[in-house]
T-cell receptor, first 113, second 111 residues
Framework: DTAVSQTPKYLVTQMGNDKSIKCEQN?????MYWYKQDSKKFLKIMFS???????INETVPNRFSPKSPDKAHLNLHINSLELGDSAVYFC????????????FGSGTRLTVV | QKEVEQNSGPLSVPEGAIASLNCTYS??????FFWYRQYSGKSPELIMF????GDKEDGRFTAQLNKASQYVSLLIRDSQPSDSATYLC???????????FGRGTSLIVHP
């Protein structure tokens, strides 16, 4: 069974469109995250969310918004897509403190044309 | 600004050798340290975590932490071509459970 699953794996879309990426974890973890990995492989935190709080990286444009229907799901919604949004987006989860590390999803490669 | 520095490489070692990957960090308040492996086109995979000064061994992997000098290392013994990947160092700073990642070191193990 896949521990952290993301869909879709690939997403090609035009500038200005709105898109969503879904993430689900079956590990019983308390906290979920979204990371962006750019072309230079740098992993940058976008959001962290558990039942208690949403932590937003202040550098993330407000066109990006996380949506969590329940503890096992954290979706990423992106409005008005721009060319610079092209990257690989990873969902991850951890036990609440993150002291045992993360489990990452397989990633979604977003290409904006 | 809290930083995690890694040499981008590539680090090239022959099969069977010891590969040594290094990471330095800027904040003395750091508490948790992680090594992830990322194959090309795949997601990061946790290899090891370490909290205390000294060595921690898991199979062919050894993590070494020196808080006084602010570095953490990963040694891979008996390197195999299948170890060829990018290795990411991540550091949790005190009070935060969101780690800061380094940019990774590319390791190439050649037969």
């Amino acid at each position: 069974d896949t521990a952290v699953s993301q869909t879709p794996k690939y997403l090609v879309t035009q500038m200005g469109n709105d898109k969503s990426i879904k993430c689900e974890q079956n590990l019983g973890h308390d906290t979920m995250y979204w990371y962006k990995q750019d072309s230079k492989k740098f992993l940058k935190i976008m959001f962290s969310y558990n039942n208690k709080e949403l932590i937003i990286n202040e550098t993330v444009p407000n066109r990006f918004s996380p949506k969590s229907p329940d503890k096992a799901h954290l979706n990423l919604h992106i409005n008005s897509l721009e060319l610079g949004d092209s990257a690989v987006y990873f969902c991850a989860s951890s036990q609440e403190t993150g002291n045992y590390g993360y489990t990452f999803g397989s990633g979604t490669r977003l290409t904006v044309v | 600004q809290k930083e995690v520095e890694q040499n981008s490489g590539p680090l090239s070692v022959p099969e069977g050798a010891i590969a040594s990957l290094n990471c330095t960090y800027s904040d003395r308040g750091s508490q948790s340290f992680f090594w992830y492996r990322q194959y090309s086109g795949k997601s990061p995979e946790l290899i090891m975590f370490i909290y205390s000064n000294g060595d921690k061994e898991d199979g062919r992997f050894t993590a070494q932490l020196n808080k006084a000098s602010q570095y953490v290392s990963l040694l891979i013994r008996d390197s195999q071509p299948s170890d060829s990947a990018t290795y990411l160092c991540a550091v949790n700073y005190g009070g935060s459970y969101i780690p800061t990642f380094g940019r990774g070191t590319s390791l190439i193990v050649h037969p």
